[in-house]
């Protein structure tokens, strides 16, 4: 007699993808942040919706952003800023990794020890996005984190729209030939960028959550947009924002 079904087996292919990404929200989220390596050799960034880098919601006044973009209309209500808060812990792990590589304490750190010892931080984003970061970083916007604007790589306008185009349209001259790629962005995100990714070999690369500049501090998941992310997996691979190859090794 055959043994009963379980409750995942019962599932259409479609809930059981959207299944498959809450239990790795649930891993990630439970889990511990990876600990920084000296062979760390770049730190990319993944942009959230299109709102100033700068921008904290700690003053009252107009918010800038991009006009249009529904994502960022509705991380404004919720007062969430997800490319800031995932651009910090970048910078976080940036300053570890320098300070691993010259045997300091973080806070021994100079910045021509960041010059020379930090990996490269690299930032692909919405054809905005990009422009914002660049002319917050012509400003000195970096200064208040003590990091050098020169080893932040913003990529060229490439039109891009969403995680798939990220690394379809990767720069292959910013990727280091040896070491590891620190893939940075929010853990409700982070199933959706291991399986866009098509263009790192699996081993080098390593997924790192940004719920928190701090990582001192404990992680939060937005619910709601965990929730968001789920129900649009089945959507996404439909529309080729995810590929399909990927999920079929997940089942």
């Known amino acids: 007699m055959p043994s009963p079904m ?14 498959g990404a809450l239990k790795e929200m649930a891993e990630i989220g439970r889990g511990e942040a990876p600990e920084p390596a000296q062979d760390w050799n770049l730190i990319w960034v ?19 952003f991009e006009h249009g973009a529904s994502d960022a209309e509705g991380d404004i209500k919720r007062r969430i800023n997800e490319s800031r ?9 940036a300053k ?4 691993l590589r010259l045997g300091k304490e973080e806070g021994e750190l100079t910045p021509e020890d960041l010059k020379t010892s930090s990996p490269d931080i690299y930032w692909n984003a919405r054809d905005w ?3 914002n970061l660049s ?19 913003v990529s060229p306008n490439l039109g ?8 379809e349209k990767l720069e292959e001259a910013v990727v280091p030939t040896e ?26 690369v390593v997924f790192y959550p940004s719920e928190t500049g701090d990582p001192k501090k404990k992680r939060r998941i937005p619910v709601a947009k965990a929730l968001d992310e789920i129900r649009s997996i089945p959507e996404r691979i439909k529309g080729k924002t995810l590929p399909k190859n990927k999920w079929r090794e997940k089942e």
């Not at 891009?160 to 690394?167: A, E, P, S």
Request: hydrophobic fraction near 40%; aromatic fraction near 6%; glycine fraction near 6%.
């Open 96 to 99: 570890r990794v320098a300070a």
């Open 179 to 204: 070491g590891k790629v620190v893939i940075v962005s929010d853990t409700y995100h982070l199933p959706r960028v291991e399986l866009a990714n098509d263009k790192l070999d699996e081993g080098r």
């Open 46 to 64: 993944l942009s959230g919706p299109p709102i100033d880098i700068a921008e904290r919601f700690d003053i009252a006044g107009e918010v800038l």
């Open 6 to 19: 379980t409750p995942e087996e019962k599932m259409t292919p479609e809930r059981r993808k959207s299944w």
């Open 129 to 131: 996005a990009n422009d």
């Open 160 to 167: 891009i729209k969403n995680t798939r185009d990220q690394f």
């Open 85 to 93: 808060e995932r651009l910090e812990m970048g910078i976080s792990i």
């Open 135 to 153: 002319a917050r970083i012509a400003e000195g916007f970096l200064d208040q984190y003590g990091f050098p604007a020169e080893k932040v790589i």
